[in-house]
Structures are given as C-alpha cells and as structure tokens.
C-alpha cells in the first residue's frame, strides 16, 4: 500500500497518508469538444487513522500527487477564514491533537476561549467571569453561554484535576469541536454575514433607486418633447 506526505483533512497534520484505493471517476464536461478526467483517492491518515475521500482532476500538474488534490470527505469548515487569527489557530491546534490526546484537545478548546474574550477585549478576574461578561456585552443566548461555560469547566478539569482522564470525552470531542464552533460563529461568523446581506440589500435598493430616477427622467423628457 503505497503513501504519500499531505495535510490530514481531519487532524490538520502533515503526515503520511495510505491511499487505500484510487481510481477514475467519470469525466467532467467542459463543453463539446472538451472533458477533463476526475481521478479520486481514498487515504488513511497514519497519525489519527482517519479516512479521507480526495478529488483530483488531469487538468493539474500533477493528477497523481494527493498534495494536489481536494477533500470530498470530511467537508471543510470554510468559515475559519473569518475568525481572529490566534483563534483561528487555536481551534487548528486543537483539532490536530483530537483523536490523539482528549486531555490536550479540551485544554486548547479552553484556550481558544480565552482568546476569544482577548480578543474581545472582555474584563474579568477568570476565564469564568470574562465568559459571563463576554455573553452579557454581545448579547449570547443562554444556550450558547452554558456551552462556553461548559467547555470552560472540561478545560480546568483537564488542567487541575489528575483523576480526569481524556477516556471520558472520547466520544464526546466531535461535540465539543462542534459547540466551540458554534460559539466562535456566533460572536464572529454572524454578524458578518449579516452585514454582509445588509450591504447587497443596500445596493439592490441603490440601484433600484437609480433605475427608477432614470425612468423618471425619461418620462418628464417626454412629456416636454
């Protein structure tokens, strides 16, 4: 079984990846005349021993380089291109250790919240008080302050308590992943998007606006003809 060095999809590291199985898919269309070949790869990861699917097309360079290639499977979180850097980063270091170390996961989760309140410029003696001044400031629901408050407490558990062993998450790190996303979305992600609709709804009315004024115009052009 034949390997090759690429960035994990899962873990986020580079590490050796088994291509279990590749193969050739049915070629896209361009136009008449022009079909480009889709190869795909199925890899294992050796560090985290995840499965991957990879799509590659004849068109790049290199078809049979998997560096080459893009994720089908697992979907991309697209949104972390949005957030503060640091968390960004912090949530990328998190997911790297995920199937690894549960202990460490949860340890990097708390800390990506502590960067986020920093980030926030949000004031408290502890993490604890910064999360409630944080959910009070940008208006959180409860539901999202109680899983902020959550991953808080598995991250102290985590550092201070040796009888918490990372046994006790392991199903749970694919929710815990998610929860901090959700948080992350909520105080970054969202309003973004809302602004972002705010302003193509602004400029729908804008040009509407001009529109209607040039009808306007060329109405009252006529009436004076």
Known sequence: MSTQLRQCPHCDNLAQQEIIHHGKDAPEIIDAEML????????????????????????????????????????????????????????????????????????????????????LNISGRDLKEKIKNLAQEHQLPQTVLAAADSLRILGNLSIHDTSFKGDTIKEDVQLLDDLLVIIAEYIYIIPKKVKDLEKKLFEQKKKKAEILNIEADQHTEVLNF
């Open 36 to 119: 480009i070949e889709q190869y795909y790869f199925l890899t294992r990861c050796t560090t985290c021993q995840s499965i991957a699917l990879l799509l590659n097309w004849e068109s790049s360079e290199n078809f049979e380089d998997i560096k080459e290639a893009s994720p089908v499977y697992p979907k991309q979180d697209r949104n972390l291109v949005f957030l503060p850097g640091a968390i960004r980063e912090s949530i990328k270091e998190a997911r790297k250790v995920k199937k690894v170390s549960q202990i460490s996961f949860v340890i990097l989760v708390r800390r990506a919240l502590e960067f986020i309140c920093e980030d």
